[in-house]
C-alpha cells in the first residue's frame, strides 16, 4: 500500500470517548481551528462558526442542560477537555454534508497532534430548547444557526477500539483484476 503522513493519520484515528487530565495546548487548536474553516463548502459559502470552548466549566455547563433536555441526567459528553461547537445558519443549504465536511478536518487534524476525538451529536433537536439555547447563546453560537456536530477532544485515557472496516469497494476498470 503506497502511504504518507496523511494517509497515516487518516487510519489512525479512532473515537475516543474517555480523556485524562492533560490539557491541550492552545496553539494546537489554534491550528484545528484553521483546518476546521478549510473544509469544502458548498458553493463556497462558509456559512459556519466554530466555537472552541476551552473551559472544562463550560463544557459541563453545556452537557448538564443537554442531559436535563434529553433526560440524561449524568450526561457529561465524556468530559473532554475542549469542545469544538460547529453551528450552521438554519435552513442554509447543504448546512449538514458542510458541517460533516468540517467536522472531519477537525477530528483529523487533532488525531495528527495525538488528539484523540468523538462526534457529539445530541445537539441535534434540541437546539432551540430555551436552557439549551441560553448556552449556546453564552457560548456565542448565533440565535439563528443550529448545531448539527460537535467535537469532543482530549487525549485518550485508554488506547481507542479498533473496529473492522467492512464496507464494500466495487472496482470497475483495467486494473480491477490487479
Ligand atoms: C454523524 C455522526 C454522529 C455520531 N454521533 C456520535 C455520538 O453522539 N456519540 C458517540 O460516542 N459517537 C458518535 N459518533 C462516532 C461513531 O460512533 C464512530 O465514528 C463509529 O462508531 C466508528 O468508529 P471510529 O470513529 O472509531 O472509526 C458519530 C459519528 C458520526 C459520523
Request: charged share 25%.
Amino acid at each position: 500500500m503506497k502511504t504518507n503522513g496523511t494517509i497515516e493519520t487518516i487510519l489512525k484515528r479512532r473515537s475516543v470517548r474517555s480523556f485524562d487530565e492533560r490539557p491541550i495546548p492552545h496553539e494546537e487548536l489554534e491550528t484545528i481551528a484553521l483546518c476546521a474553516k478549510h473544509a469544502p463548502s458548498a458553493n463556497n459559502r462558509q456559512e459556519w462558526v466554530f466555537v472552541f470552548v476551552e473551559d472544562r466549566g463550560r463544557i459541563a455547563q453545556l452537557a448538564s442542560v443537554m442531559g436535563e433536555a434529553m433526560g440524561r441526567e449524568s450526561y457529561t459528553m465524556y468530559a473532554p477537555q475542549a469542545l469544538v461547537v460547529v453551528a450552521h445558519k438554519k435552513g442554509a443549504p447543504f448546512g449538514r454534508e458542510d458541517d460533516g465536511c468540517a467536522m472531519e478536518n477537525i477530528m483529523l487534524a487533532a488525531a495528527s497532534f495525538g488528539i484523540g476525538s468523538v462526534w457529539i451529536n445530541q445537539l441535534q433537536g434540541i437546539c432551540d430548547e430555551p436552557e439549551v439555547r441560553a448556552c449556546l447563546d453564552a457560548l456565542g453560537v448565533p440565535a439563528d444557526y443550529e448545531v448539527h456536530g460537535m467535537a469532543a477532544l482530549g487525549y485518550a485515557a485508554s488506547e481507542p477500539v479498533h473496529l473492522e472496516r467492512t464496507s464494500p469497494v466495487v472496482w470497475v476498470g483495467p486494473d480491477a483484476d490487479a
